[in-house]
């Protein structure tokens, strides 16, 4: 969006990018720790192994085949998405195990390897498993992604700014719209109710995976 509607060559508008994502996932967490949908405990636990394990899986990901990748990524996403709606059926069959440092872990573990490989963020992987593995309410289970998300972007921007790959001309407009949104967006996501901001989030992932999974068929074209 970056590139064309200001005109940002792809790394410039990658790093400021990542400056919009840092503040969103600010606003958010604030906007949702307010409404006590955050788990800063468990945020923490999946980070420790989200950002190693991005670093990583980045580093291999040319090794690996994109279309390939894509495909599996986008086969689970639907399949999450399918299932979401249904989340209070499907825990009372014993699918929801609970939290625990093991299930945080694993959560950040799938989370960093997709980020690594596939360059998108890793809260398409941690909501659906927050809310199917381990019983989490969808509010708090993106309040709780969003708090995972601050740091590694943080690092990101900081990074970004470093290498000169932030654009201040752009930024200001940028960040009143990224602030607003958030806010308005963190507000609405806590006063609704729960099934339905499932069926939402459901509505935007099989809309991704179905994405993920046409690009593996066509290539990039």
Not at 150 to 160: F, I, N, Q, T
Request: charge should be positive; include cysteine.
């Amino acid at each position: 969006m970056l590139t064309a509607w200001a005109g940002l060559d792809q790394h410039s508008a990658h790093g400021t990018g990542m400056v919009a994502v840092m503040f969103t996932a600010l606003v958010g967490v604030l906007v949702y720790g307010k409404g006590s949908a955050v788990d800063l405990t468990s945020a923490v636990q999946i980070a420790i192994v989200m950002l190693p394990a991005t670093i990583v899986s980045a580093r291999y990901s040319k090794r690996v085949s994109a279309s390939r990748l894509r495909r599996y990524f986008g086969s689970f996403v639907v399949l999450a998405a399918l299932i979401l709606p249904f989340r209070d059926l499907v825990g009372h069959s014993g699918l929801i195990l609970g939290g625990g440092l093991p299930a945080m872990f694993a959560i950040g573990l799938g989370g960093g390897i997709v980020s690594g490989l596939l360059g998108v963020g890793g809260g398409s992987v941690v909501v659906p498993c927050l809310v199917l593995v381990t019983g989490f309410s969808q509010q708090l289970a993106q309040g709780t992604s969003l708090a995972v998300i601050l740091p590694s972007s943080a690092a990101g921007a900081v990074e970004h700014g470093r290498i000169g790959h932030v654009r201040g001309r752009v930024l200001p407009p940028v960040l009143v719209g990224t602030l607003f949104g958030s806010w308005v967006g963190g507000e609405a996501a806590l006063a609704l109710p729960g099934q339905t901001l499932r069926i939402i989030f459901s509505v935007v992932l099989l809309a991704m995976g179905t994405r993920f999974i046409a690009r593996s068929v066509n290539g990039d074209r």
